[in-house]
């Protein structure tokens, strides 16, 4: 069956350091979206992708960086990770054809904290 | 500005007791509206997509409908299985594809 998959499932890390959530789906979608969900905030956009070559930010996307060299995979790069970044972070996809471009396929999310 | 703005924020409801969940929304234009179902420690599910005002759609005990400022999500004799967090979000014209914009979820509690 088509998945997608994020890992690592848990990172802790220290404020400053480089950190690089992966994000991997088998559903050969051309659409693929990096959401993180706080407390208070809901989901809310940080990057998204809507194929090879293609990165585009989103609402949150301040510290963040995606890149995309292939359909399968969009990984999400802290370049200095900040205390406020701690959170759940969620990668999801689509396809872009159809009618139900909004019908996202998520990921178990990474739970990362910022120390 | 878009926005999505859910109520309550938390429900809780007797095993068979029925309810409903609001989303209120304002977008510049409405693409489509959509209910996600996330449980604990995971992702969001996909439920339901509504594009115009009328519209309704059932899955088991729910029931979405839309207008043209808000969507219900109608819980129907409720099992304690049914108890998540349901998110409601939009997507706006024109057309961003897949680009969606979430509120904050009704958190539900089904006890038996």
């Known amino acids: 069956d088509a998945e997608i998959t994020q890992s690592p499932r848990h990172k802790i890390t220290e404020t400053g350091r480089q950190v690089t959530l992966a994000c991997h789906q088998t559903?050969?979608?051309?659409?693929m979206f990096w959401y993180r969900q706080d407390l208070g905030h809901g989901l809310r956009l940080i990057h998204y992708?809507?194929?090879?070559?293609?990165?585009n930010k989103g609402e949150v996307s301040d510290g963040y960086s995606v890149s995309r060299s292939n359909t399968e995979d969009l990984p999400l790069t802290l370049e200095s990770a900040a205390s406020s970044q701690t959170s759940v972070y969620f990668c999801?996809?689509?396809?872009?054809?159809?009618?139900?471009?909004?019908?996202?396929?998520f990921g178990e999310g990474s739970r990362l904290t910022v120390l | 500005e878009d926005q999505v703005t859910q109520s309550p924020e938390a429900l809780r409801l007797q095993e068979g007791e029925s309810s409903s969940l609001n989303c209120s929304y304002t977008?510049?234009?409405?693409?489509?509206l959509f209910w996600y179902r996330q449980d604990p420690g995971k992702g969001p599910e996909f439920l339901f997509t509504l594009y115009s005002a009328g519209e309704e759609k059932e899955k088991e005990r729910l029931k979405a409908t839309l207008t043209k400022k808000e969507s219900f999500l109608h819980i129907t004799a409720p099992k304690p299985e049914d108890s998540a967090t349901y998110l409601c979000?939009?997507?706006?014209?024109?057309?961003?594809?897949?680009?969606?914009?979430f509120g904050q979820g009704t958190t539900l509690q089904v006890k038996p």
């Open positions: 977008v510049s234009g409405l693409r489509g």
């Open positions: 992708s809507y194929g090879v070559q293609d990165t």
């Open positions: 559903w050969n979608h051309n659409n």
């Open positions: 999801a996809s689509s396809s872009p054809t159809g009618l139900n471009t909004g019908e996202l396929f």
């Open positions: 979000a939009v997507q706006a014209a024109p057309g961003n594809t897949g680009k969606l914009i």
